[in-house]
């Protein structure tokens, strides 16, 4: 029997894995779930002998069950390969008394390359299947790493567009030049005089206005969404968890069956919950400790049952965590009120109209596979400077966050459980905070090609990523920068309608 999704806010609507992927949201507003979590049904031992794809094709094909396994097969392959800088895909190295699962060895080193690879061929084989012809347009807001990862997933994939807006004060000078020297094409990168709210209500407004998506229409092109709800991006991120197991077995860290725990850096609640999944799925997980930043909107709900907007945005070093309202929570929530979608939909319309909600108690009680824990961010820094000092192995911004958080847990619990920490970014994508973290540096007379460099010795030379290479090397190839009420005619011209 295959697997079918639903909408964590409507209980009759049913469609193919396919399907959802090319809907990305569902019409009521909910989020695609699938009717069952599979169960990964696999001699755990069999997993220390698989690689990165083995694992990869083991759970998606559990999950997207109306793709044949010669179309996994084929995304899987166009994903997983040498735009990775490591064969392993995703390294696990131990440091001090965690071990540290290295996502960002993809082409933007940051985590969402685990996704974004991937994305653009479920997404292109998904139009495929359902017949459809037209030309498939991304639209994307970024404030600053979904952009560059879902430009060097879809550029020159055959059959796509991508169009992406940031705003053009608001994101880092080394993400801008990621972004601004993107090859390709079909790419389009335009900033806007605007922050990263005004180019996300556009993109929205663009997306549900008939007369834009009329003409399209007539073009033969459609829009789509790449953002970080679609199941197309949550299900492959299971695939990291199972494989992180796998290689601890593998080393012979722990015995098949000894259960870990995870511990993530959090923002929207994407990447956590993919580890829930592989916990349903049933690999063997203890706690998934969800880390939060001074944003701690999430840390707070798992203490109270209140999820609570309604606060100050705080700016810190670790940006991808700066999030109030956690998208992918909704799917949680949907499970602990017993895949009530009525229940679910209710909260978040409550989430919508206050920006507040309260679960109940039977639902708090259910939230017992996570830990919640956050960190400031002196705390942070001194996190980043003695993994470095003590193992000479230095974390992000992000990382530090969940370093911080892992290390607060076992002081408090004297929890021994071997555990994963969940590595998102390249400590070279934030290199001003991780090179004042390490050792105080005269920054201020530093330029940014100075900053890599210096971070380089501190690793012990010879680290510098493609990534950062790249954008030294490469030209700027996108100028546009354009005023709010400009967005919709740049990308008209881009596409070439009127
Ligand atoms: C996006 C991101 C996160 C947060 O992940 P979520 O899935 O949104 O919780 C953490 N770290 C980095 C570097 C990221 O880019």
Request: contains cysteine.
């Amino acid at each position: 029997m295959g697997i079918l999704y639903k909408s964590t806010r409507n209980d009759s609507i049913r469609m193919s894995a396919s399907e959802a992927i090319l809907q990305g949201l569902s019409k009521d507003g909910g989020l695609f779930v699938p009717t069952e979590i599979p169960a990964l049904d696999v001699d755990i031992e069999a997993l220390a002998g698989m690689n990165y794809k083995d694992i990869a094709y083991l759970v998606m094909s559990k999950f997207f069950t109306d793709y044949t396994e010669e179309e996994l097969t084929d995304c899987i392959n166009k994903a997983y390969d040498s735009k990775f800088d490591t064969e392993e895909i995703a390294p696990v190295v131990k440091a001090g008394n965690a071990f540290y699962m290295e996502l960002y060895h993809g082409a933007t080193i940051a985590f969402k390359d685990m996704a974004l690879s991937i994305l653009p061929h479920l997404l292109t084989t998904a139009a495929r299947k359902n017949g459809i012809t037209d030309e498939i347009v991304i639209l994307t807001a970024t404030s600053g790493d979904t952009g560059k990862a879902a430009l060097s997933g879809f550029a020159d994939v055959p059959g796509t567009k991508i169009v992406v807006y940031y705003p053009a004060e608001g994101v880092s000078n080394i993400q801008r030049l990621q972004m601004v020297t993107q090859r390709g094409d079909n790419t389009c990168v335009i900033g806007v005089e605007g922050n990263f709210d005004d180019c996300q209500g556009a993109v929205k407004r663009m997306f549900n206005d008939p007369t834009l998506t009329g003409k399209m229409k007539d073009a033969h092109m459609r829009f789509s969404s790449a953002n970080s709800i679609n199941i197309g991006r949550l299900v492959p991120q299971v695939a990291y968890y199972v494989w992180a197991y796998s290689r601890l077995v593998k080393s012979g860290e722990i015995k098949a069956g000894d259960a870990i725990n995870f511990v993530v850096p959090t923002g929207n609640f994407g990447n956590i919950l993919a580890g829930f999944y592989a916990k349903k799925m049933g690999l063997p997980v203890n706690k998934l400790i969800c880390a939060s930043n001074d944003n701690k909107v999430l840390y707070d709900f798992f203490k109270t049952g209140t999820y609570d907007k309604n606060r100050e945005f705080i700016l810190t070093t670790s940006p991808s965590m700066d999030i109030l309202v956690s998208s992918n929570l909704e799917r949680l929530i949907y499970y602990v009120s017993g895949e009530d979608s009525a229940k679910t939909a209710l909260l978040m319309s409550e989430l919508s109209s206050k920006g507040s909600y309260t679960v109940d108690e039977a639902m708090k009680d259910g939230l017992g596979d996570f830990v919640p824990g956050w960190a400031d961010e002196a705390e942070n820094t001194a996190t980043i400077k003695k993994v470095y000092e003590e193992n000479n192995y230095i974390i992000d911004t992000h990382t530090g966050v969940a370093a911080c958080v892992y290390d607060k847990y076992v002081a408090k619990t004297g929890d021994v459980t071997p555990s994963v920490i969940v590595s998102t970014a390249s400590p070279f994508k934030f290199l001003k905070a991780v090179l004042e973290a390490v050792r105080p540096h005269n920054l201020q007379y530093m330029s940014e090609h100075d900053m890599i460099y210096a971070l380089d010795e501190e690793m012990g030379k010879g680290k510098i990523p493609n990534a950062i290479k790249e954008i030294l090397a490469y030209p700027i190839r996108h100028r546009t920068v354009c005023g709010i009420d400009k967005m919709e005619e740049k990308l008209k011209s881009f596409l070439g309608i009127e």
